[in-house]
């Protein structure tokens, strides 16, 4: 089970981090992800990071602004986002999936990111 948190209301070129913890499961074969979706657009992944290595993915639209971070400690992920753009406005969701596989199996509920400008 995936929960996710952390999202709000914040100004352009503001700062937010969002947090999802997991639980019922040890992630250590585990990719665990961050995605979007803004009203009438596509679902977005914004980042992913390989729990067992720490190893982080962006891509073009979010690298150098968004970060993704893992805990081993309290099984949570968390995606820290920056200099804010109001096209950032978006539910955002985590998700997580065996490494071996394509397709993301688990998700949490989302979490409404609101970027006014």
């Known amino acids: 089970q995936l929960q996710a948190s952390g999202g709000g209301l914040v100004q352009a070129g503001g700062s937010l981090r969002l947090s999802c913890a997991a639980s019922?499961?040890?992630?250590?074969?585990?990719?665990m992800g961050w995605f979007r979706q803004a009203p009438g657009r596509e679902r977005e992944l914004v980042g992913t990071?390989?729990?067992?290595?720490?190893?982080?993915y962006y891509p073009d639209s979010v690298r150098g602004r968004f970060t993704v971070s893992r805990d081993k400690a309290k099984n949570s992920v968390y995606l820290q986002m920056t200099s804010l753009k109001s096209e950032d406005t978006a539910v955002y969701y985590c998700?997580?999936?065996?490494?071996?596989?394509?397709?993301?199996?688990?998700w949490g509920q989302g979490t409404l990111v609101t970027v006014s400008s």
């Open positions: 019922g499961r040890t992630l250590s074969n585990y990719v």
């Open positions: 990071i390989l729990w067992s290595a720490g190893v982080t």
């Open positions: 998700a997580a999936k065996w490494r071996g596989e394509a397709q993301w199996g688990y």
